[in-house]
Every structure is written in C-alpha cells, then in structure tokens.
C-alpha cells in the first residue's frame, strides 16, 4: 500500500515535459502579443463606433503601447523577486479583467481602461524566457527562447487576420470577449503545466524605482507616440520631452544609489547588455514600421497609385506571412544560437531586414512584392529576437535574468512606439486630397522604406560591438 501511495505522490509532482512547459509559455506569449494588433482593423471605424473624435480613439492604441512599456520592466523585476509563474499568472488575470471591461463598454473611456490593462500582459514574454532558463536543459535552451521570442511578431501577424474577420463578421466587442477566453485558456495552463519557481530574488519592491521609470517612460513616450499630432514643438510636446528625460536622469541616479534597486544599470551597461538593448531600438523600429505601412499599401484602392487594392482580411493574410515564418524558423534559430552563438545570429537577423527593406523599396508594385519582402522580415525579426534574449542572459546573473529581459522588452516597445509616430507622421505629411480623403503618396511609403532601412543598418552595426562570448554566472537546471 505504501508504495503505490508513494508511486501516486511522484506522479502528482513530477515536473511536466518540458515541450508541455514551452508550449504554453508560447501560447500565452501568443496571447500578449495578439495586444497590439487587436484594434488594427477597427482603427478607422473607431470614432464611429464610440462616438469620440478621432484624437481621442487614438489613445485606443496609444495606451496600449505606454503600459506595455511601463509595466513590462517592472513585471520582470517582480518576477525575479516573488515568482516568475507568479507574476504571469497575475499579468493573465489582468488581461482577462481589462478585457472583459472593453468588451462590456460603450463608451471610449471603458475601452481605453480595458486596453491599458490588456497593454500590462506583454511582460509574459520576458517573464516566459527567464522561466525557460530556469528549467530547461541548455541543449533545450535556444530553440525554446527562439520559440518564444518568435510570439512577439507572431501574435501580432497571425491575429491580424482573425481580428480582420471577427470585425467584419461579428460586433466589435467580440474581440475583446476572444482576448478574455484566451487569457483565461492561458492562465488555466499556466497554473497546471508551469512548474514553480526555483530561482528567486528575495527582496523589497523598489517603490520609488518603479515610480519614478513609470513617469519618466511615460513622458519621453508620450512625446514620441502624440508630438506629430500635437506639434513637435508645441509647448505640451516639450514638456513631455524635457520633463520625462529629467525624470530619467534622476531615477538613474537614483538606482545607481538605492540598496535594492528596481534595476540594476551596472549590468544594464555591460557591453553586451548596452548594444543589445539598443539594438533592440531599431530591431523595434523595423517590425512596426511594416505594421503601419504594410496594411496601408496594400489596401489603398489601386487608382489612388500608391495601392494595391485588397481588402482588410486578404492585407491582413499576407502581413501574417511573416508572423508564420518566425514560428517555422524557430527551430533553426535555436540550432544556430547553439552552433554559432548568437551574436552571428542577430547580425544576419539584421542584415535580413536592411535587405526586406530595400526590396520593397525597389519592387513594390505587386502583392507578391510584399510577400517576399514580409518573408525577408520574417526571418529578421525570428533570428533577432532569438539571439537578444540569449545574448542578454548569458551576461547577466541568473537571479536578474526576468529584469534584464523585461528592459530589452522595454527597448523594443520604445522602438515600436516610435515607428508608429514617425511612420504614421510622415504617411499623413506626404499625402494628396482623393475625393476628400488625404492618401499617402508613393513617396511617403518610400520615404518610410528609407527610414526603415536606416534603422536597420544601425542595427547591423551595434551587433559588431556586442562581444562573442558575455560571461555570467551559470544557473542551475531542472532535469526532466
């Protein structure tokens, strides 16, 4: 009797398969990635639909970007201190609780408190990776972090289409009540199939830390995502700019001095945590400035002569191009973040994108011109954002590994935010009057291409000064 109750306790806890593990952990990242192209298709019917200007609708995916990027640092950190699956299950809740107040709102105020805290899920991903580096053999490693960091772009990409047809085919607020049966999925395979966390931070919440980033991110953002709508010079505008990079320089200060800070900028400039982080930037820059004029391109009607004339679904089927090869190379990348390293692997991620761009540049008057060119960005963005988690843990502790990712992640969404102002303000600057309507001109989508590639050349660069082989300290792992 004894031994079959013995045989009964080990079942009840041994630590699931780590496929079962890594599998969910890309579903919820899936799921925060799937945030930021909700209300893409909604976009122009928005003001209609809430009946607020369209000033105001905009904040619909303004303060998604802004908590993302206030919140994911932060999450990191609360990670590494109380719990990596903690935290993520927390972060799920809180999509489910922001989406279920979106799909239950009439009025704008409702859906921006709802997407806000739907914005607060992206630290899942980081979060996701920290986990993997925890309890995962390192041979299992590379493809796994691949797999996951491939979520960002992918969520994105594929839920595109799928939010494109719910639009069409379904009222608005069946979006939303899709965002809160995924979260709650998420959640509920989180709770069974992660298993709990062996690596912890014990510490105190640095409060003033945290405080202090949110302010300072929040005005250097607001800035970057509304100063085209407000005037880059306008008082409001430098307000944010100034106030929000004084905020910074004082919190840095700050951190440099705290006992347990909120992050710790002596690993943050190490060499390879530097470049990589600003990297991230442009790597940033380049995904989103597909998302913005992408789906523009390919729908304008084709006599405006800057369009191709697809409606929102088929726009949407082929931006998700490159969302699908990110998840099929994944598998590669691991292989070659394990042969190569990943420095080699982000300077060819890099490279892809420099050459995505410049072929759109030159062809872009056929669909399959953006097919190629979202393949290209595909295998980019998969191999970059394989290779900077990986270079970010192998130079910083293992007990920091949830905050360090969650800053790139911070990097990252700085970059996006900025790609959705420049990109939106110059297609909005070089346009002509069609029956009304204000169309961007084919010289707005390659002067945009020209920004895109210069992002991308920069960096290429960076990734020439990230040394080969970072040093940090080693983590235990768990064996299956």
């Known amino acids: 009797m004894g031994n079959a109750d013995d045989r009964a306790r080990k079942r009840l806890t041994r630590t699931p398969p780590p496929a079962a593990i890594v599998a969910v952990l890309a579903f919820v990242g899936l799921c925060s990635a799937f945030m930021f192209t909700l209300v893409v298709p909604l976009q122009a019917d ?14 619909v995916v303004t303060i998604t970007l802004l908590v993302a990027a206030v919140a994911t640092p932060i999450s990191g950190r609360l990670g ?8 993520v299950i927390v972060l799920l809740i809180i999509l489910i609780v922001g989406s279920v107040i979106a799909a239950m709102s009439t009025s704008i105020v409702g859906v921006i408190i709802g997407r806000g805290l739907q914005g607060a899920t992206t630290g899942v991903v980081p979060l996701g990776i920290a986990i993997m580096r925890d309890v995962l053999k390192p041979e299992r490693l590379g493809t796994a972090v691949a797999l996951m960091s491939a979520t960002m772009g992918v969520g994105g990409a594929i839920g595109m289409p799928v939010a494109a047809y719910l639009a069409a085919n379904a009222d608005w607020h069946a979006l939303f009540w899709l965002a809160a049966g995924l979260g709650l999925i998420g959640a509920v395979l989180v709770v069974l199939v992660v298993p709990a966390d062996v690596l912890l931070s014990p510490g105190k919440l640095d409060i003033v830390g945290a405080i202090g980033l949110a302010i300072g991110l929040t005005g250097l953002l607001l ?5 085209a709508e407000w005037g880059w010079t306008a008082p409001a505008s430098l307000a944010m700019l100034i106030g929000g990079i004084v905020v910074l320089v004082l919190w840095s200060w700050y951190q440099l001095k705290a006992k347990d800070p909120l992050l710790d900028l002596r690993v943050a400039v190490r060499p390879a945590v530097l470049f990589t982080n600003v990297a991230a930037i442009c790597m940033g820059f380049a995904l989103f400035a597909s998302n913005v004029t992408f789906p523009q391109l390919l729908e304008l009607p084709v006599e405006t ?24 190379i994944s598998p590669l990348s691991g292989f070659l973040e394990r042969t190569v390293g990943p420095r080699p692997l982000f300077t060819v991620g890099t490279a892809a994108i420099v050459l995505a761009y410049a072929f759109v540049l030159l062809w872009s008057t056929e ?11 595909g295998v980019g963005i998969g ?6 988690p990986m270079i970010i843990m192998r130079a910083v502790p293992a007990h920091e590994t949830g905050a360090s990712n969650g800053l790139n992640a911070l990097f990252r969404s700085v970059g996006t935010s900025t790609a959705s102002a420049v990109m939106g303000g ?13 169309i961007p001109t084919r010289d707005a989508f390659e002067f945009s291409f020209w920004l895109a590639i210069a992002a991308g050349i920069l960096a290429f660069v960076l990734t020439f000064f990230i040394p080969r082989h970072p040093h940090s300290e080693q983590r235990p792992a768990l064996r299956d």
């Open 383 to 388: 191999f970059s954002f394989a290779a900077m």
């Open 80 to 87: 590494d201190m109380y719990g990596k699956k903690r935290v």
């Open 46 to 59: 928005l003001p209609h639909l809430l009946n607020a200007s369209r000033e105001d609708t905009s904040w």
């Open 223 to 227: 800035y970057v995502s509304r100063g």
């Open 367 to 377: 669909v399959w011109h953006l097919i190629v060119a979202n393949l290209l960005i």
């Open 426 to 438: 110059v297609l909005a600057s070089m346009s002509t009057q069609v029956d009304g309507v204000a």
């Open 305 to 328: 002569g800057s369009g191709l004339g697809l409606d929102v679904f088929s726009a949407a089927l082929v931006v998700a191009t490159s969302g699908v090869v990110m998840m099929v």
